[in-house]
């Protein structure tokens, strides 16, 4: 050990080779950050474009669990639950509906990836039992891309 320290003692002694040399000019920094900053501007726009689709993905599989659990519901108790009752109801017997046998999913009714609740109705508009709906990330009816309503089949 000894012997290493003293050579390095040693070639740090020699002239010309000074502590100051070994590290980054302020120039070279600069021109990293740049590139990086680059790299970031080309990449950063692609990855936060796949957060948004997977967070639609991510609605979509979970309204299918709701589905799964309102089918379990109609099964046991001859109906869907009221939109007033919401779906609140498959965790617990809200109206004291006949035949109910829940909960019906295994923990607490999930929010959307946005964190706002889904959106039910019964009876759905256009004929359909129910609808099961979230209105994206802008909350709002209507909208494209991350904003844009994803609809339970």
Known sequence: ???????????????????????????????????????????????????????????????????????????????????????PALMTNVGNSAGWDGPYMSSQIPNDPWGKPYIYRSPGENGKDYDLMTYGADGKPGGSGEDADIVAK
Request: proline share 3%; charged share 20%.
């Open 1 to 87: 050990m000894q012997n290493t320290s003293s050579a390095l003692r040693a070639q740090l002694a020699r002239p010309g080779l000074s502590l100051r040399r070994r590290g980054f000019t302020l120039l070279e920094l600069l021109v990293v950050l740049l590139i990086i900053a680059l790299l970031a501007g080309y990449v950063g726009p692609k990855l936060f474009g796949e957060v948004g689709k997977a967070r639609s993905k991510t609605a979509a599989s979970q309204m299918k669990g709701i589905e799964s659990a309102l089918d379990r519901y109609r099964l046991d108790t001859g109906h869907y639950p009221a939109t007033e009752a919401g779906l």
